[in-house]
């Protein structure tokens, strides 16, 4: 397996280069949302540790991860009266990953909606902005 990249974009918002719509952060866990989402409310939730995927990563920061999961699916359930939640991760490039930073996809989903394709079209930043202020208000609340 490949050395993780500390210039992949995930690094990038971590270190604040990159701007994201940030939904949740604790010291070990970051949350955003997908700026390409595969369904209405997609947030990514990812270690701030470097790992390139499951196969690198610290058990604890996979632990962190799994926690901050929970409350961002309650979060989106709540938020966008989801059906369901799909949790979504993928393992290098044939386990379907783009992106070399550990990554964790939140879907809400609702009865007979299909998911988008993968990375379609670029969602507006205000709709996103909109999105993630109500994710953060639910995970307040
Ligand atoms: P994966 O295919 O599991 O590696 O997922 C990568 C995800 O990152 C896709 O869902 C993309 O839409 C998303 N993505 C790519 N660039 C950005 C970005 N700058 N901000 C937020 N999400 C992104």
């Known amino acids: 397996m490949a050395a993780y990249d500390p210039k992949n974009i995930f690094a990038a918002i971590l270190k604040g280069q990159l701007p994201s719509h940030k939904v949740y952060e604790d010291e070990l866990t970051y949350a955003f949302m997908d700026i390409m989402p595969r369904a ?25 991860v799994a926690r901050t999961i929970k409350k961002v699916a309650l979060a989106a359930r709540e938020t966008f009266k989801a059906d369901g939640i799909t949790i979504l991760q993928a393992n290098e490039s044939a386990g379907g990953q783009v992106v070399f930073h550990t990554h964790f996809h939140v879907l809400p989903r609702w009865n007979g909606v299909p998911l988008r394709p993968a990375a379609q079209e670029v969602e507006k930043p205000d709709v996103l902005a909109a999105q993630a202020e109500q994710l953060r208000k639910a995970l307040d609340g």
């Open 40 to 64: 209405e409310g997609h947030v990514l939730v990812i270690p701030k540790a470097p790992s390139r995927n499951i196969l690198d990563m610290e058990p604890e920061d996979l632990a962190a």
